[in-house]
């Protein structure tokens, strides 16, 4: 008699995870990920400097992820995330969900 038997694949409804996640576009010979939009920023102190960061939520993924400001630059979502800022306001919390920006090989 076996009293061995394998373990269920299909996940309770609390465990169900969203993990599925999209793998980057290919343009010329470089992977770029979809921004959805910049959440917010910080200043990260290093040595005796300090370097600007953003939170990135990318286009399919459930985890925001931080993302160093060089990497951003040039990005659409950068430039809607800091013109609030300019116009004379705070800043937004990211992008219309209409606008998407594409970054360069970041995940």
Known sequence: ??????????????????????????????????????????????????RKQYLVKWTGYAEPTWEPADALQDTAALEAYERPLEEGGGYCDGLNPKESSVLPNQR
């Not at 910049?38 to 200043?43: A, E, M, N, P, S």
């Open 1 to 50: 008699m076996d009293l061995l038997r394998t373990a269920s694949t299909d996940p309770l409804d609390s465990q169900i995870t969203d993990d599925n996640q999209p793998g980057p576009v290919i343009v010329g010979d470089e992977e770029e990920y979809e921004i959805e939009r910049i959440l917010k920023d910080r200043t990260v102190r290093k040595g005796r400097g300090s």
